[in-house]
């Protein structure tokens, strides 16, 4: 009987995880944090209170559709407020919970870890690629 050899690398199930349910509240929370337009904003978030309109200055390449949504999920998820000032025309500010200030710490890792190995991940992959196309 041919021995399997094991898999390289670390399991992405913690030992301490109850499959399935925990793994589709993970999954559930990860699709929603782990969006692109979700770790720019609550980043931008993170220097304080912002208007609609500063973000998507701060975001660039942001439609005001996917900002709209962006913002929407994220309240409703408890990780931002929204608050409207009774001023003509009204002004409107979104800001981090206490749950969002949390979320800075993993996103700001994140994205710091995506910045220190972005060159790496390219090499990795051109070496990949390069190999694919070779068999």
Known sequence: MPRRRRQEGTSLIPSNLRVPEDCR????????????????????LGGGPK???E????????????LTLTLRALERDGLVTRTVFPTIPPRVDY???KLGHSL???????????????????A????????????
């Open 25 to 44: 509240a993970v999954s559930e929370v990860l699709a929603r944090v782990g969006d692109k337009w979700t770790v720019l904003v609550v980043s931008t």
């Open 55 to 66: 973000m998507r200055r701060a975001l660039g390449s942001i439609s005001q559709r996917m």
């Open 95 to 97: 800001e981090l919970t």
């Open 104 to 122: 800075l710490e993993p996103v700001s890792s994140l994205g710091l870890w995506a910045r220190q190995n972005r060159s790496a991940i390219e």
């Open 124 to 135: 990795a992959r051109r070496r990949f690629d390069a190999a694919e196309h070779r068999g």
């Open 51 to 53: 208007r609609f309109n």
